[in-house]
């Protein structure tokens, strides 16, 4: 049985009878930038019944390249973020990457997600956990989904209860990833609800050389695949125009097709759970 999370009214993970959807811009790449797509995903799914979380990182600290861009960094991203939840009534989410942060984002967001490269970081699960905020923890592409278990069970020595795992593909040789959907159903086992990351997962880590590339024609069949599998939320990267997207645009969902993806995925969710129901 999975623990439902709620982190607004109209937001629940492990719902059966929906699926929350958590996308944006990969980093905030201005004010003005994360406020359109806030207001047109918001409407997308609104329009859709869908529960939608809004997603963009203040700071990359992981880029391939001293030279990418990072964001706007902590301050100032966290006071854009805040508009956006004044605005929009929506609950926000972005990545945290050092203890010293956490006290700060748990000021702001609804849901504290730690990077794939960090989810053994002992000291910042810890820090997170103690807050009383939800918190996602990206499973690491270098981690077997039983390994996950530890995750979970680093988070509930602080206390913590409201709790997320991300799937999010695994290092299939040099700059390649691959899904193995039996992590979904592996980590929904240790009781709390499973994300899939459609777009991370069919990113080519380090593929440009000082950036990542990525085969953004497959999000639809791994999203699909991901909603098969029982995931209980879908993780895009969304952006208005990827070519130009700051960050992950090779493997960015393209806004303009959004709305026809989330209808594809709310009818492939609606026939697992009809599924479920027959057997």
């Known amino acids: 049985m999975v623990q439902t999370v709620t982190v607004y009214p109209q937001v629940v993970f492990g719902d059966p009878s929906r699926f929350v959807f958590i996308g944006g811009p990969c980093v905030i790449e201005s004010e ?5 797509h806030a207001e047109k995903i918001s409407a ?5 019944g869908i529960p939608y979380v809004f997603k963009a990182s203040f700071d990359k600290a992981n880029r391939s390249s001293s030279k990418s861009f990072r964001g706007p960094g902590l301050e100032a991203g966290l006071k ?5 939840k004044k605005e929009f009534g929506i609950p926000v989410l972005s990545d945290v990457h050092e203890a010293a942060q956490v006290d700060a984002c748990a000021e702001v967001l609804d849901i504290l997600q730690i990077p ?14 103690k807050t009383g905020k939800t918190v996602n923890v990206k499973k690491g592409q270098f981690l077997s989904p039983w390994d996950a278990r530890n995750i979970v069970d680093k988070l509930k020595e602080t206390g913590c209860n409201k709790i997320l795992l991300t799937e999010r593909g695994a290092s299939f040789g040099y700059n390649n990833l691959v899904s193995d959907f039996r992590s979904i159903p592996v980590m929904r086992g240790f009781g709390y609800p499973v994300i899939f990351d ?10 440009q050389g000082t950036a990542s590339g990525g085969m953004a024609e497959f999000i639809p069949t791994l999203a699909k695949c991901g909603i098969a599998a029982g995931a209980d939320a879908v993780f895009m990267e969304v952006h208005e125009d990827p070519s130009k997207a700051l960050s992950d645009g090779p493997n960015a969902m393209p806004l303009t097709k959004l709305k026809s ?4 995925l709310d009818r492939v969710h609606a026939a697992v759970r009809e599924s479920k129901v027959m057997l």
């Open 80 to 84: 854009i973020l805040s508009r956006v």
């Open 198 to 207: 459609a777009t991370h997962s069919v990113q080519l880590p380090g593929g």
């Open 32 to 36: 003005s930038s994360v406020l359109r």
């Open 261 to 264: 993806l989330l209808e594809l």
């Open 116 to 129: 794939a490269f960090l989810c053994r970081q002992t000291d910042l699960i810890f820090a997170a956990g």
């Open 44 to 48: 997308i799914c609104r329009d859709l």
